[in-house]
C-alpha cells in the first residue's frame, strides 16, 4: 500500500507559479511511476506530468515548456513546478503512483492515488 499527500495548492493570478508537493509513504518499489493529474469541473481527469524511477519524464502538451515535475527520492516527495499559470490550469490537482516503470499520463492505469490540492488561476 501506498499513501500519497499533496500540498502546494492554492490561488494565484494568471502569470503566477506554484509549487506542488507530494509526499509518498508505504511500500517501497524498485520500479515505479509517478505523476500529476488534474481535474476541472465537469471534465475528465488528465495527466499533466510523470516521471518513472529512472527519472524519465513525460508531459502534457498543455504545460510542456512551462512545468517541471521533478522527485526527492531521498524525501519521499514529487514536486510540480508550474509557471507561466494561465486561468485553463484551474483544478483539482492530484498526486498519483504505480509500481510499474513503464511510464504513462493515463490516469486509469495508476493504483494509488492522493486526496488532491486545489489549484485556482485568476486572470
Known amino acids: 500500500q501506498v499513501q500519497l499527500v499533496e500540498s502546494g495548492g492554492g490561488s494565484v493570478q494568471a502569470g503566477g507559479s506554484l509549487r506542488l508537493s507530494c509526499t509518498a509513504s508505504?511500500?517501497?518499489?524498485?520500479?515505479?511511476?509517478v505523476g500529476w493529474f488534474r481535474q476541472a469541473p465537469g471534465k475528465a481527469r488528465e495527466g499533466v506530468a510523470g516521471?518513472?524511477?529512472?527519472?524519465?519524464?513525460s508531459y502534457a502538451d498543455s504545460v510542456k515548456g512551462r512545468s517541471t515535475i521533478s522527485k526527492d527520492n531521498a524525501k519521499n516527495t514529487l514536486y510540480l513546478e508550474m509557471n507561466s499559470l494561465k486561468p485553463e490550469d484551474t483544478g483539482m490537482y492530484y498526486c498519483?503512483?504505480?509500481?510499474?516503470?513503464?511510464?504513462?499520463?493515463?490516469?486509469?492505469?495508476?493504483?494509488?492515488w492522493g486526496q488532491g490540492t486545489q489549484i485556482t488561476v485568476s486572470s
Open positions: 508505504g511500500t517501497a518499489k524498485n520500479n515505479y511511476c
Open positions: 498519483a503512483a504505480d509500481s510499474r516503470w513503464m511510464l504513462t499520463l493515463g490516469a486509469g492505469l495508476y493504483r494509488y
Open positions: 516521471i518513472n524511477s529512472d527519472g524519465y519524464t
